[in-house]
C-alpha cells in the first residue's frame, strides 16, 4: 500500500513538474515574440519619419508628380493609424505603403537631377537600410511564430494551451506581389566569361574545312594577296584559259578553249 502511494505521489509530482516547465516555456515564447515584435515596430517608426522628409526632397525637384505624393502620404497616415491592430492587418498596410514608395522611386529614374542630390541619396540610402532592418526582423519574427504555435498545436502541450488561454500568434508577412515575384532571367546579352578562351577567327579569303587549324609558334600568319583590279588572282588561270601549271599550246596546235 505504501508503495503504491509513493508511486502516484511521484507521478503527480512528474507531472507538476512538466506541466510547469511546459507553461513556463509557453510564456518565454510568448515574450520572444512580443521583444521581437517591438523590434520590427521601432524600424516602422523610423521608417515612417524618413519618409516625409524623402517626399519634400523629391517634391522640390517634380512637383508634378502630385499623385504619387498623396498616395505615399495617405498610405502613410493609414499604416500609422492601424499600430495597434495584428501583425497580419500591420503587414497588408505595410504592403501597400511599400508599395507606393517603390513606384516614386520609379518616378524618381525620369530626374537626373534628383538622384544628384545629396540629401536625397542619404535619405534613400537610411531608407534602404531601414528596409533591410525591417526584413531581418521579420525573419526573426515568424521563426519564433512558427515554434511557438508548432507547441499551441502538438500534443500534450495543446492540452496546456488550451488550459491558459495560450492561442496562435500572427505572421508578419509581405502580401507584395513585385516582392514575391520570380525574376526573369535573359540570356540575350550573355558574352563571353572572363578567362574564357574564344575560337579563333578565320582570315579573310580562307576556306573552312570543318577543323580548327591552330597558329603554330613562329609560322608566318597568312595573309591574303589581292592583285589589282581587272587582273585574276595570283596562282589561279583567267576565265576560260588553260589551269595553272599546263603546258602552253605549242606551235601548230589550236589553242586551249575551255571546251572538251
Do not use: C
Request: hydrophobic share 35%; aromatic share 8%.
Amino acid at each position: 500500500m505504501t508503495l503504491v502511494i509513493v508511486i502516484i505521489i511521484a507521478v503527480v509530482v512528474i507531472a507538476a513538474i512538466a506541466l510547469m516547465v511546459s507553461y513556463n516555456r509557453f510564456v518565454k515564447q510568448r515574450n520572444l515574440i512580443q521583444e521581437s515584435w517591438r523590434q520590427i515596430d521601432v524600424e516602422l517608426h523610423r521608417r515612417y519619419d524618413l519618409i516625409p522628409n524623402l517626399v519634400e526632397t523629391v517634391r522640390a525637384f517634380a512637383a508634378h508628380e502630385r499623385h504619387v505624393f498623396e498616395e505615399v502620404a495617405r498610405l502613410r497616415t493609414q499604416a500609422v493609424n492601424v499600430q495597434g491592430a495584428s501583425p497580419e492587418q500591420r503587414a497588408a498596410a505595410e504592403g501597400e505603403l511599400s508599395g507606393a514608395l517603390r513606384q516614386m522611386m520609379i518616378s524618381v529614374e525620369a530626374y537626373p537631377q534628383i538622384q544628384s542630390n545629396q540629401n536625397f541619396l542619404n535619405l534613400q540610402r537610411e531608407l534602404t537600410d531601414t528596409e533591410d532592418r525591417i526584413a531581418a526582423g521579420r525573419r526573426f519574427y515568424n521563426a519564433n511564430v512558427g515554434d511557438y504555435n508548432t507547441r499551441v498545436e502538438s500534443f500534450p502541450s495543446n492540452v496546456i494551451a488550451g488550459r491558459f488561454k495560450f492561442e496562435k500568434a500572427g505572421y508578419f508577412e509581405v502580401k507584395d506581389e513585385q516582392v514575391r515575384a520570380v525574376p526573369q532571367v535573359s540570356f540575350g546579352t550573355i558574352g563571353s566569361v572572363e578567362g574564357e578562351q574564344t575560337q579563333p577567327q578565320m582570315q579573310p579569303g580562307a576556306q573552312s574545312s570543318g577543323q580548327i587549324q591552330p597558329q603554330m609558334p613562329g609560322q608566318p600568319q597568312y595573309q591574303p594577296q589581292f592583285p589589282p583590279a581587272g587582273q585574276p588572282p595570283v596562282g589561279q588561270p583567267p576565265v576560260g584559259g588553260p589551269p595553272a601549271g599546263s603546258p602552253g599550246p605549242q606551235d601548230g596546235q589550236p589553242p586551249f578553249t575551255g571546251g572538251q
